[in-house]
């Protein structure tokens, strides 16, 4: 149980066109999900936090207006890389978690490469 | 703000020796505290968690994590290493019911 899926896996762009990846919760209702973004050797960083039929919450210093997040249901959440650039290639996580649990569930994660 | 330090950037062991990954927080109380683990290129998954009750906590693949309040650590064991081990390790930590806090991760490598 717990599981998470993202689509696509992988996506190779031109810049300045958008991206849309996918977070979808298989066998659980996710009333929250995270979006986070992992550079190279690194560590996760929080990008957003989206709760179900609201507006996300941005981590500071994350452009809003360049990542979209819908989070329409209690099974998916999109993130929009619009505008893409290449320092915008990345390693996009996204994670899930329901009611008031603690434990979040990742997801394989899309890595994003932005020509 | 609540920060996870995990001072060993790699360590490699050699198959079927025992490990133990370090982890440190600091935080106020006592928060939540998660292992996970990430092969390359992939998602993070669960390991092990501590909300409260046995410090002692068994995980999946036969890791072992033992919260020690006095040290403000959480260090993950496995007694016997195996090659299929080899990945990143995160450890994390949560305040209360919000967000997970990173700490910049430990990369495991098994030699023969």
């Known amino acids: 149980g717990a599981v998470v899926s993202q689509h696509p896996s992988w996506v190779i762009c031109k810049s300045g066109t958008s991206v849309k990846i996918e977070c979808r919760s298989l066998d659980f209702q996710a009333t929250t999900m995270f979006w986070y973004r992992q550079f190279p050797k690194q560590s996760l960083m929080l990008m957003a936090t989206?709760?179900?039929?609201?507006?996300?919450?941005?981590e500071q210093g994350v452009e809003k207006d360049k990542f979209l997040i819908n989070h329409a249901s209690l099974t998916l959440s999109t993130l929009t890389v619009t505008s893409a650039h290449p320092e915008d290639s990345s390693f996009y996580i996204c994670?899930?978690?329901?009611?008031?649990?603690?434990?979040?569930?990742f997801g394989p994660g899309t890595r994003l490469l932005v020509l | 703000a609540q920060s996870v330090t995990q001072p060993d950037i790699h360590i490699t062991v050699s198959e079927g020796a025992s490990l133990e990954l370090r982890c440190n927080y600091s935080?106020?109380?006592?928060?939540?505290l998660f292992w996970y683990v990430q092969s390359p290129g992939q998602g993070l998954q669960l390991l092990l968690k501590y909300f409260s009750g046995d410090t002692l906590v068994q995980g999946i693949k036969g890791f072992e994590a033992e919260f020690k309040r006095s040290q403000s650590s959480f260090n993950l064991r496995k007694p016997s290493v195996h090659w299929s081990d080899a990945a990143e390790y995160f450890c994390?930590?949560?305040?209360?019911?919000?967000?997970?806090?990173f700490g910049k991760g430990t990369m495991l490598l098994v030699s023969p």
């Open positions: 935080y106020g109380a006592t928060p939540y």
């Open positions: 989206s709760n179900e039929g609201s507006k996300a919450t941005y």
């Open positions: 994670s899930a978690r329901t009611g008031h649990q603690e434990t979040q569930y």
């Open positions: 994390a930590v949560m305040e209360g019911y919000s967000t997970l806090t």
